[in-house]
Nanobody
Framework: VQLQASGGGLVQAGGSLRLSCAAS????????MGWYRQAPGKQRELVAT???????NYADSVKGRFTISRDNAKNTAILQTNSLKPEDTAIYYC?????????????WGQGTQVTVSS
């Protein structure tokens, strides 16, 4: 089971980026999917999560600016980031709770860099 994250980049404050996370590898089903981020010198923190049924949870710092969604048929999760701020600069990691081959896996993607300039 692998997760592939993409969509990061350099953007000016106020801009937007669309981050994508695709899971692959004999997947039966995916429970929770989420996005986390880690800024230099800081611990990894939760950004947003979404259940298979579509219930979402957001960090207070991104509420109203970021939106998480998923496509269960494609095993993908999208993080739409709007009104970006310099403090959103971090490596963004996707995460998924996956059932595959009769086993349960917690997988992380490789991370995608988001840099917001002021």
């Amino acid at each position: 089971v692998q997760l592939q994250a993409s969509g990061g980049g350099l953007v000016q404050a106020g801009g937007s980026l669309r981050l994508s996370c695709a899971a692959s590898g004999g997947i039966f089903s995916i429970n929770m999917m989420g996005w986390y981020r880690q800024a230099p010198g800081k611990q990894r923190e939760l950004v947003a999560t979404i259940t298979r049924g579509g219930s979402t949870n957001y960090a207070d710092s991104v509420k109203g600016r970021f939106t998480i969604s998923r496509d269960n048929a494609k095993n993908t999760a999208i993080l739409q980031t709007n009104s970006l701020k310099p403090e959103d600069t971090a490596i963004y990691y996707c995460n998924a709770d996956v059932w595959a081959g009769g086993s349960r896996y917690l997988r992380w993607g490789q991370g995608t860099q988001v840099t917001v300039s002021s």
